[in-house]
């Protein structure tokens, strides 16, 4: 009896270590995978009609593990082992591990084909924060001489976007500076709401007459705007939706996003070409043109660009509408960018597809490109500052836009995919959307 016992024991070991090296073997199998690449399909549009193999967005370790099931919105299984719709709607996949193991299920949006007009243009834009934005802390002397900074004592840090000022909104500097002047005459100290990231601050900071300016202050430097020269990446005829930049508009100072409060866009016309070199970006310079072709607000600013709604609609000299391209359309291969280098003329100029990015960069980094067109190398360097949301054209799509130069290749550069800018702009960004957009 002792020796059955005893072999009964070692049979459950058996099993029981062996179950656990199952489960060990899958979790070690498919960790890297169950999160960052897997969930990617999440946020995957795929065109009516076209037939997309999911693996492609993987690394082949995966497929060597798991096997891949597609079904569709009635949750009738596909046997085509591609991603395929013939009407709008979603997908869903089923991951297996071992092929009986359900693993992940993911959904994938099937859509319409969404056609805008590329841009190219320059464009000028000016944009209001929300708030005034601190940019720098300043010590102050007061009467009896001493260095005093009654802003940093309070808590205050640059980076911060000052809201209201006692209860009042503040729309600009001229608000918080006069808000500051009032208190100071009463000899009170003024109550500011802040924002800093996502948490909402308020204190009181005490005032102090200034012995060198004889002005009430508090000790700090803010900013309520900005300007500058960028490119027009295109336009939505049907909604006049606009899409610009490819990357967020940032504080000079701070580094850090602006949280918009309002904005425009206007045409700007390009004055001079500083060339871009190793280590040193060039950039355009421009002027702003009053009564434009190009007029329109900024109702959103975030990491892959700025967008709004544009009043009136630019032409653009070589192309009419054409499809924006799915992340699964793009080829390493040539391409072409539509900008403008002197005045307002739009130009094309030949660039090449170097790397797309599987999984992508989640800084906002969808691909690599590298100019070849002499006539822009000998012009600019390469791609410089104002370039950025330059569109880039392949096989007749609107495949992404320039965002970043490399700053020690400037014939280097990172561009975004057009698709992630569509959906920025809501176009393709809910059910209502996949079935009504063309």
């Not at 014939?411 to 063309?438: C, F, P, R």
Request: glycine share 12%.
């Amino acid at each position: 009896m002792q020796r059955g016992g005893n072999m009964f024991k070692e049979n459950c070991r058996k099993v029981v270590f062996g179950t656990l090296l199952v489960i060990l073997a899958v979790f070690f199998c498919f960790y890297g995978y169950s999160g960052e690449k897997v969930s990617l399909l999440h946020g995957m549009y795929v065109n009516v009609g076209d037939s997309v193999n999911p693996a492609m967005f993987f690394k082949k370790l995966v497929f060597n593990n798991l096997t891949l099931e597609i079904y569709d919105a009635g949750n009738r299984k596909i046997n085509t082992g591609e991603l395929s719709s013939e009407r709008p709607g979603k997908l869903y996949l089923q991951f297996k591990a071992l092929g009986v193991i359900p693993f992940r299920r993911t959904a994938v949006n099937v859509i319409s084909r969404i056609n805008v007009i590329p841009g190219g243009q320059s464009i000028g834009i000016v944009m209001h924060s929300k708030g005034v934005m601190v940019v720098g802390i300043s010590d102050i002397t007061d009467e009896s001489g001493n260095r005093v900074n009654p802003a940093e004592e309070a808590g205050l840090k640059v980076g911060d976007i000052i809201l209201s000022a006692n209860g009042k909104k503040v729309i600009n500097e001229f608000h918080l500076r006069n808000e500051i002047i009032n208190c100071g005459r009463k000899q009170k100290s003024v109550s500011l709401e802040i924002k800093r990231e996502s948490q909402i601050i308020k204190t009181k900071v005490k005032i102090v007459h200034c012995n060198e300016t004889g002005q009430p202050r508090i000790g700090l430097f803010v900013r309520d705007s900005a300007s500058g020269v960028g490119t027009l990446s295109f336009y939505h005829p049907k909604t006049g939706t606009y899409g610009a930049l490819g990357h967020i508009i940032t504080d000079t100072d701070t580094s850090k996003g602006i949280d918009l409060g309002d904005g425009k866009i206007i045409e700007a016309q390009i004055r001079a070409i500083h060339r871009g070199k190793k280590g040193n970006p060039g950039e355009k310079i421009g002027m702003f043109i009053p009564d434009s072709t190009i007029a329109g607000n900024i109702e959103k600013n975030c990491k892959y660009g700025i967008f709004g709604k544009l009043e009136k609609t630019p032409e653009n000299p070589f192309y009419g509408e054409i499809p924006v391209a799915m992340s699964y359309q793009i080829k390493k291969g040539p391409a072409e960018i539509l900008t403008v280098i002197e005045g307002t003329e739009i130009k094309k100029y030949s660039v090449e597809i170097q790397e797309v990015f599987y999984p992508w960069n989640n800084q906002g980094k969808g691909m690599i490109i590298n100019v070849t067109d002499q006539e822009l190398i000998e012009c600019t360097g390469g791609i410089i500052q104002g370039m950025s949301g330059s569109p880039i054209i392949q096989n007749g799509m609107l495949v992404g836009v320039v965002t970043h130069v490399f700053v020690n290749d400037p014939l280097k550069g990172y561009g975004i995919l057009a698709e992630w800018m569509l959906k920025e702009t809501g176009l393709i960004n809910n059910d209502k959307n996949l079935q009504k957009v063309s």
